[in-house]
């Protein structure tokens, strides 16, 4: 996908965030539970995780863009040149990645919980909209654990396409033989 405006970035998320929600929230505990093997994740530690990785993309967000100037009401007009994650995104595809411990899920918590914290994340990310419209993010860069140093544009495409990956494997875990009736 060719990301042209930061609108198009956020409403990436903000469709992906609508499909996983609309995938668990009606999982009983013992599915939200199930594990296809010992050592995989359940959807309920896939979904524990996305809220650690988002609540620290929010801390990176909100520490690195800068702050909107309070003024005339007038905005400057801020150049976008779109771009692609597809690269990175097709390095990763059949990988599997390990996460930093820090974003390692401890379970436990309900589905019910773990989207609360997902939607409370998310708000504070849509609360960053204005401030990620209003400046370059282009020249702001950090490292990420498997695509190297990428930009605040790119990091913010990172929110989406890293639940899109989860949700796929939530779909696999769903999908499996032993996935319980209820």
């Given at each position: 996908m060719v990301y042209h405006s930061v609108t198009e970035i956020f409403d990436d998320a903000q469709a992906s965030r609508r499909q996983l929600k609309q995938r668990v929230e009606n999982l009983s505990p013992v599915q939200a539970a199930?594990?296809?093997a010992p050592d995989a994740w359940s959807v309920i530690e896939i979904l524990e995780h996305?809220?650690?990785?988002?609540?620290?993309?929010?801390?990176?967000f909100s520490n690195s863009l800068p702050a909107v100037a309070v003024g005339?009401?007038?905005?400057?007009?801020?150049?976008?040149?779109?771009f692609s994650m597809d690269s990175y995104l097709e390095s990763t595809r059949d990988r599997k990645l390990k996460s930093p411990q820090s974003f390692v899920p401890a379970?436990?918590?309900?589905?019910?919980?773990?989207?609360?914290?997902?939607?409370?994340?998310r708000d504070e990310l849509?609360?960053?909209?204005?401030?990620?419209?209003a400046h370059d993010l282009s020249r702001i860069v950090f490292p990420h654990p498997v695509y190297g140093?990428?930009?605040?544009?790119?990091w913010l495409t990172v929110?989406?396409?890293?639940?899109?990956?989860?949700?796929?494997?939530?779909?696999?875990?769903?999908t499996s033989p032993g996935f319980p009736e209820a």
């Open positions: 199930y594990k296809k996305l809220g650690l990785v988002e609540q620290q993309l929010v801390k990176l005339n009401g007038k905005t400057a007009q801020v150049q976008f040149a779109p379970g436990g918590l309900p589905v019910s919980e773990l989207l609360q914290r997902l939607r409370a994340s849509l609360a960053l909209r204005p401030r990620c419209e140093p990428i930009n605040l544009y790119q929110v989406g396409s890293h639940e899109k990956r989860h949700l796929r494997q939530i779909e696999t875990i769903m």
